[in-house]
């Protein structure tokens, strides 16, 4: 970098011993030799260096040594040729019996008149700002370590709930309340899949296509007898969401597959359920689509627990739901838009019956 010409040498010279001799920062002035010309009392302080011991010495002779740091040298050197500038270059001091000091240093050469030059060697002590940084990053690998375990410990929990929601739906005589425990079983599992999801990223972004594929796994592994005869597939993008975000699409994709599988597919008919889930910036989009038999009477039908459950996670995400009737079979889709207030006022009934 070319120096910066001003002022007569002795004007310069003034101007220069004023800013080491005013500088609350450690400086140095040099000359072309690395032989300190001057130097500020806040760098004798800071490195308990003798002030009498510092003019006419070079840098690498001050104190017991510890400036006597190759790196530096060449550095100066390329600084006081204008090949190289220092800038912001961090180096450790390290001086016997003492804590080693982590330094910040600036070089500028400065030029006056015709022919003398000089160079001006800053520094700052970071020693504390970067312990305190490390602190900082123990702390934040500390906490992701334990919120990863609690996590765990979460999906574990609910995986026993779970386990005693199907046992219970085993033991008991009443269709209707078997049904119901299946059900609190599946949403249970719907949100434990969300934890191992968490506690295997340790972020709290939630994979879609990973969380969606486990979740339907487990719902088809306990509800589909014959997995040859009626196929659950999922489709989705590379997506990511808040864990709040995916809990609620967990549970609408947990309500609607049991939707479809409960009235779509009755006695041994086979076919196909497709679970979709595709984004788009904040837009995104979410479909369970079967090839059933179709929506019954709306007429006649009375919509249950799941249908308020997915109407009221759906005006959550400020989405709207549609029913569409696709011959054969039943598509449903959640859409949220970018502009949740129009999204929210288009939230419509859902004619299901889960």
């Known amino acids: 970098m070319a120096a910066h010409p001003i002022l007569h040498v002795d004007a310069g010279h003034g101007l220069a011993m004023a800013i080491i001799a005013t500088s609350a920062e450690p400086t140095l002035l040099l000359d072309n030799d690395m032989v300190v010309i001057a130097a500020s009392t806040s760098f004798c302080r800071a490195f308990e260096i003798d002030p009498a011991r510092t003019t006419g010495l070079r840098v690498a002779d001050l104190g017991a040594g510890e400036w006597d740091v190759p790196q530096l040298r060449s550095l100066l050197k390329a600084t006081a040729s204008g090949k190289a500038k220092i800038a912001a270059y961090e180096m450790d001091l390290v001086v016997p019996g003492r804590t080693t000091r982590q330094l910040v240093l600036n070089a500028e050469k400065l030029q006056f008149g015709q022919a003398e030059e000089l160079l001006i060697l800053a520094m700052a002590d970071v020693t504390d700002l970067r312990l305190a940084e490390r602190v900082k990053d123990n702390l934040l690998v500390e906490k992701a370590t334990m919120l990863k375990e609690l996590q765990h410990r979460v999906a574990n929990s609910l995986q026993i709930i779970a386990s005693v929601?199907?046992?219970?739906?085993?033991?008991?005589?009443?269709?209707?309340?078997?049904?119901?425990?299946?059900?609190?079983?599946?949403?249970?599992?719907?949100?434990?899949?969300?934890?191992?999801?968490?506690?295997?990223?340790?972020?709290?972004?939630?994979?879609?296509?990973?969380?969606?594929?486990?979740?339907?796994?487990?719902?088809?592994?306990?509800?589909?007898?014959?997995?040859?005869?009626?196929?659950?597939?999922?489709?989705?993008?590379?997506?990511?969401?808040?864990?709040?975000?995916?809990?609620?699409?967990?549970?609408?994709?947990?309500?609607?597959?049991?939707?479809?599988?409960?009235?779509?597919?009755?006695?041994?008919?086979?076919?196909?359920?497709?679970?979709?889930?595709?984004?788009?910036?904040?837009?995104?989009?979410?479909?369970?689509?079967?090839?059933?038999?179709?929506?019954?009477?709306?007429?006649?039908?009375?919509?249950?627990?799941?249908?308020?459950?997915?109407?009221?996670?759906?005006?959550?995400?400020?989405?709207?739901?549609?029913?569409?009737?696709?011959?054969?079979?039943?598509?449903v889709l959640v859409e949220h838009e970018e502009h949740p207030d129009a999204a929210q006022d288009k939230v419509a009934p859902i004619p299901l019956f889960v």
Not at 169 to 186: F, G, P
Not at 261 to 283: C, E, T
Not at 318 to 328: D, I, L, N, S, Y
């Open 165 to 331: 929601l199907l046992q219970s739906a085993r033991r008991v005589q009443s269709d209707e309340t078997r049904d119901h425990l299946r059900s609190a079983h599946h949403r249970v599992m719907s949100v434990a899949a969300v934890q191992r999801q968490l506690a295997t990223t340790g972020e709290d972004e939630v994979r879609i296509r990973a969380y969606l594929t486990e979740l339907c796994e487990s719902i088809g592994a306990s509800m589909i007898r014959d997995p040859a005869l009626l196929k659950l597939t999922v489709e989705a993008d590379a997506s990511v969401t808040s864990s709040e975000t995916s809990v609620s699409l967990g549970l609408i994709v947990t309500e609607l597959v049991i939707n479809a599988l409960k009235h779509g597919f009755p006695g041994d008919r086979g076919g196909a359920i497709k679970v979709a889930y595709h984004a788009q910036g904040a837009s995104w989009r979410l479909s369970v689509a079967d090839d059933g038999v179709g929506i019954p009477d709306a007429e006649g039908g009375k919509p249950g627990l799941g249908t308020s459950i997915v109407r009221a996670l759906a005006t959550q995400l400020k989405a709207t739901v549609k029913v569409v009737g696709t011959a054969p079979g039943t598509t």
